[in-house]
């Protein structure tokens, strides 16, 4: 899982650990002042993209968008899609 897809934020979560260590080194996971620094800028991060977080939510599964598609045509589907882009618009 990647941290971006975290539900809630969780320092303690093995995603941040993940992300910390595959960024900046596991020396600076180590470093109390510089994770704590990291965390900050992971946690602005997934604030950042909750817009997507909450879009997933709310798309249709796959297959019902592909039904959609075929049953409806492409133009009633993007307006499906629309729908949930405007209700979650990007900051």
């Known amino acids: 899982m990647n941290?971006?897809?975290?539900k809630?934020?969780?320092?303690e979560h093995s995603s941040v650990w993940k992300e910390i260590v595959s960024r900046?080194?596991?020396s600076d996971y180590d470093d109390e002042a510089k994770r704590t620094k990291?965390?900050?800028?992971?946690?602005a991060e997934w604030e950042a993209k909750?817009?997507?977080?909450?879009?997933?939510?709310?798309?249709?599964?796959i297959a019902d968008q592909l039904d959609d598609i075929y049953h409806n045509g492409v133009v009633a589907w993007k307006a499906t899609i629309k729908t949930i882009k405007d209700k979650y618009p990007k900051e």
């Open 3 to 6: 941290y971006l897809e975290l």
């Open 8 to 11: 809630r934020w969780d320092n």
């Open 24 to 26: 900046f080194g596991q």
């Open 38 to 43: 990291h965390m900050a800028t992971l946690k």
């Open 50 to 61: 909750k817009y997507q977080r909450d879009r997933a939510i709310e798309y249709p599964a």
